[in-house]
Nanobody, 119 residues
Framework: VQLQASGGGSVKSGESLSLSCAAS????????MGWYRKAPGKQRVLVAT???????NYADSVKGRFTISRDNAQNTVYLQMTNLKPEDSAVYSC??????????????WGQGTLVTVSS
């Protein structure tokens, strides 16, 4: 599966930004899609994920500010980010995961898009 993210950029603190990611090269609906981020000098961490059934998981640091959504038919995931803070600055990578037969699971991350928030 290939993951192509778009929508990053530079904004000021308090502003909003939207990210989108389309998966290609996969013939099934991905069980889980979402976003991770990696700030300079830090490990990659989960931002938000969403399953095909609508179950979501958010990092505590973004709850109430970020909203994840997806189009299952298109294997596309979105991230609406509001009230951005300088600490949200990072490379945001799209994530996809799905079950494999008989009982495995694969995970994949895209190249990422840079989000920079200035104070």
């Amino acid at each position: 599966v290939q993951l192509q993210a778009s929508g990053g950029g530079s904004v000021k603190s308090g502003e909003s930004l939207s990210l989108s990611c389309a998966a290609s090269g996969y013939g099934y609906t991905l069980e889980k899609m979402g976003w991770y981020r990696k700030a300079p000098g830090k490990q990659r961490v989960l931002v938000a994920t969403m399953t095909t059934t609508g179950n979501t998981n958010y990092a505590d640091s973004v709850k109430g500010r970020f909203t994840i959504s997806r189009d299952n038919a298109q294997n596309t995931v979105y991230l609406q980010m509001t009230n951005l803070k300088p600490e949200d600055s990072a490379v945001y990578s799209c994530y996809a995961g799905d079950r494999t037969w008989p009982e495995g699971y694969f995970e994949s991350w895209g190249q990422g898009t840079l989000v920079t928030v200035s104070s």
